[in-house]
Nanobody
Framework: QVQLVQSGGGLVQAGGSLRLSCAGS????????VGWFRQAPGKEREFVAR????????SIADSVKGRFAISRDNAKNTVYLQMNNLKPEDTAVYYC????????????WGQGTQVTVSS
């Protein structure tokens, strides 16, 4: 069993930065790939980033490449999403997820955190 607790997020002006954290409980968290997704009002959930269990490899969606970065600290059981140069179109609820089943299916999900970017 893995529980994910998200923190960070909030309201920021365009061009600003935020860092989201996803803290996982349970030994299996450190051996799980972790992904970040987001869902804007009226839109489908969208992949943002993913990182392997060791952190040796990661992938970033084209829509945020060059602005967002994913990292993890397994000693702290935490995965981070650093978001720079934020744009109004980044406004969404962001979710972290662990134990990948398929590219968009994960077994465990965080509670979600709102990110709002004002223009």
């Amino acid at each position: 069993q893995v529980q994910l607790v998200q923190s960070g997020g909030g309201l920021v002006q365009a061009g600003g930065s935020l860092r989201l954290s996803c803290a996982g409980s349970g030994q299996s968290f450190s051996t799980s790939a972790v992904g970040w997704f987001r869902q804007a009002p009226g839109k489908e959930r969208e992949f943002v980033a993913r990182i392997t269990s060791t952190g040796a490899s990661s992938s970033i969606a084209d829509s945020v490449k060059g602005r967002f970065a994913i990292s993890r600290d397994n000693a702290k059981n935490t995965v981070y999403l650093q978001m720079n140069n934020l744009k109004p179109e980044d406004t969404a609820v962001y979710y972290c997820a662990a134990q990948r089943i398929s590219p968009s299916e994960y077994k465990y999900w965080g509670q979600g955190t709102q990110v709002t970017v004002s223009s």
